[in-house]
């Protein structure tokens, strides 16, 4: 008996967490006037003709390019930044290494929120308001990237190091072609990490832009909101196709998703 | 035979070390120093001053900023909807997600269990203002899917997001839905790994579950169970997206209604971004830096008493 109850219980929680991305869908593909029908549509019609529109009418795309430039360039530079960064804290011998490593965990310490009026000005004073640049380069390091790096080049064994030192291999040559390689797993979990962080970015467009020419697709959702107020259909497309790629990208990396984001060091084991 | 080949060229090996290990901390040290440090650094500073972004003087005015905020009735009505909201926050992810990690332990080794804690985890990597907008219609007074349920079940149906009293709790909900799949995993984390020789011999001594519960798992999790109250403390005194979003941020009235969900980072954000006041806003933030540091310290403390470490 309550071997059953807590199979309806697993049931119920599971249907709590999954129902609002259900609901994106039942109401942008529903038809026309669905989302105000008493008692609800429960079932999705497949009308796609919102979001024909949202892609068509509006500037979907444009805010779509911001989106893919400024998430792949940021994963790029936190790959090379926390790859150089971890290396040099793994491998390299540099005097006053246990105060960098104190100064890197310290930025995990601040608080963000607090930090914002801050680092406006410092944007200001930078001129990079308004700019790709501004909304790229203050997310182009990162901690817990580095701390992964510096794990995973921890482990490799010494002699790989010596041996290719006696074969007259250069560092840069080490890091590409041997030591990164091998860390494989470590490349794996930094990159969905951070894009996914970068894809969901809102407060900093938000504060760092006013100008709708740069904003990604996160930011672009409230002026959605001003234009379709009631057009329920419509907004909820729009927020379907922001939420696509977030979904399908956690399909099919899910478990790798949840280990990473659980522990950064047991993001590598699968 | 990497000693003969220190041995032959020590006079240059480490200034060259020095300088490649230098060079490679680079990038991301100065990104550290330019958009973390100086700001942090920064904050303090404009604190002081009667600053004006556009302006290229300031004027120090001591602790006048901090006379103006601290008579202004919003700061404390800000500063108590933060409190009122981890208050609550705080204490009821910490259990739920502990309830549900204990829920789905021992499902999780079949497929079935994973397949329910992907579904708990997925919210947690959904972009804010994307789901918020689902949200606000599932919070919809007239239309909306919950009062929907509670009316089928006869239950009383708040107007969620346009009540005073309700609007607070709804935005909760919502954080709840979005941030408990993140302290869930992290629970199970820890429930995975526990020690099964110590489990099974309670159980062979015929201990009660509540028991094993309260005298064992607990315990045993508390390191994480601390983690995850530390990050729910942080993460609830600084939410901001959905807070944002949910109450109006788009169409110009982040807070509402009549400011009952207006929490520090919202005034922060309002007093800078749409009132231009700047020195107070950083005044603001000062002050919700310090909170943030003393609740992390006193937490500290009070895990150094209670926190059972392996």
């Known amino acids: 008996m309550s071997k059953y109850l807590l199979t309806v219980l697993r049931i119920l929680i599971a249907v709590f967490f999954i129902i609002p991305v259900y609901w994106t869908f039942v109401i942008a593909t529903g038809s026309r006037g669905a989302a105000y029908s008493l008692p609800p549509v429960f079932l999705p019609a497949f009308h796609f003709h919102a979001m024909w529109v949202v892609l068509t009418q509006t500037r979907w795309f444009r805010y779509l390019f911001n989106s893919v430039l400024i998430t792949s360039i940021t994963i790029l530079s936190v790959l090379v930044s926390s790859i150089a960064a971890g290396y040099a804290l793994a491998e390299v011998r540099v005097p006053g290494k246990n105060l960098i490593f104190y100064l890197m965990l310290g930025v995990m310490m601040l608080p963000g929120q607090a930090l ?21 380069l203050p997310f182009t390091a990162s901690t817990s990237g580095i701390f992964l790096f510096r794990q995973y080049f921890m482990k490799l064994p ?63 959702l409230t002026h959605y909101m001003q234009t379709y107020q009631a057009n329920w259909r419509e907004l909820t497309s729009a927020s379907l196709l922001a939420l696509l790629p977030i979904i399908i990208v956690f399909l099919f990396t899910q478990k790798h998703i949840v280990a990473a984001v659980a522990g950064g060091e047991q993001g590598g084991k699968d | 035979m990497a000693t003969v080949i220190e041995s032959t060229k020590p006079a240059f090996r480490i200034p060259w070390e020095t300088f490649l290990g230098f060079g490679l901390l680079l990038p991301s040290m100065l990104v550290f120093l330019v958009f973390y440090y100086a700001p942090a650094v920064f904050l303090a500073y404009i604190s002081f001053f009667h600053w004006n972004i556009f302006a290229s003087q300031s004027i120090f005015v001591g602790l006048s900023n901090f006379q103006i905020l601290f008579k202004q009735p919003l700061f404390w009505q800000s500063l108590l909807n933060s409190l009122y909201y981890a208050a609550v926050m705080v204490p009821a992810s910490t259990m739920i997600s502990l309830g549900i990690a204990l829920l789905l332990r021992e499902g999780i080794r079949f497929k079935r269990g994973a397949i329910v804690r992907s579904m708990v985890f997925l919210p947690h990597v959904t972009p804010i203002v994307a789901t918020s907008i689902i949200w606000i219609w599932l919070f919809d007074p007239q239309f909306g899917l919950l009062n929907a349920i509670l009316g089928f079940f006869h239950l009383p149906q708040p107007g969620w997001l346009a009540s005073t009293h309700w609007a607070m709790p709804a935005v909760m909900i919502y954080s709840l839905w979005h941030s408990i799949g993140l302290y869930t995993v992290l629970f199970l984390g820890a429930l995975t ?13 015929g201990a009660k579950k509540w028991y094993l519960f309260k005298r064992i798992i607990l315990p045993l999790v508390s390191p994480v169970t601390f983690f995850v109250i530390v990050l729910a403390t942080i993460d609830s005194l600084q939410s901001f997206s959905q807070i944002y979003t949910l109450t109006g941020g788009p169409h110009g009235g982040a807070g509402g209604p009549a400011f009952s969900t207006t929490t520090d980072s919202i005034l922060i954000y309002e007093t800078a971004f749409i009132y231009q006041h700047f020195s107070l806003a ?25 926190v059972f470490y392996r």
Request: aromatic share 10%; proline share 5%; net charge neutral.
């Open chain 2, 282 to 306: 950083s005044a603001m933030s000062l002050m919700l830096f310090l909170l943030i540091l003393l609740l992390t310290l006193a937490q500290k403390w009070i895990a150094d008493r209670f």
């Open chain 2, 193 to 205: 790994t526990l020690p099964r020789s110590v489990l099974e011999a309670a159980q062979v001594d």
């Open chain 1, 158 to 220: 010494k002699s790989y190091r010596e041996v290719s030192r006696v074969e007259n291999v250069n560092t840069w040559t080490y890091i590409r072609r041997v030591a990164v390689p091998l860390a494989k797993p470590a490349v794996a979990t930094v990159t969905l990490l951070t894009f996914i962080s970068t894809w969901n970015q809102f407060q900093w467009p938000l504060i760092m832009t006013d100008t709708t020419n740069l904003d990604p697709i996160e930011l672009a």
């Open chain 1, 116 to 136: 914002l009026i801050p680092q406006y000005v410092v944007m200001f004073h930078l001129h990079l308001l308004n700019s790709y640049a501004g909304l790229i």
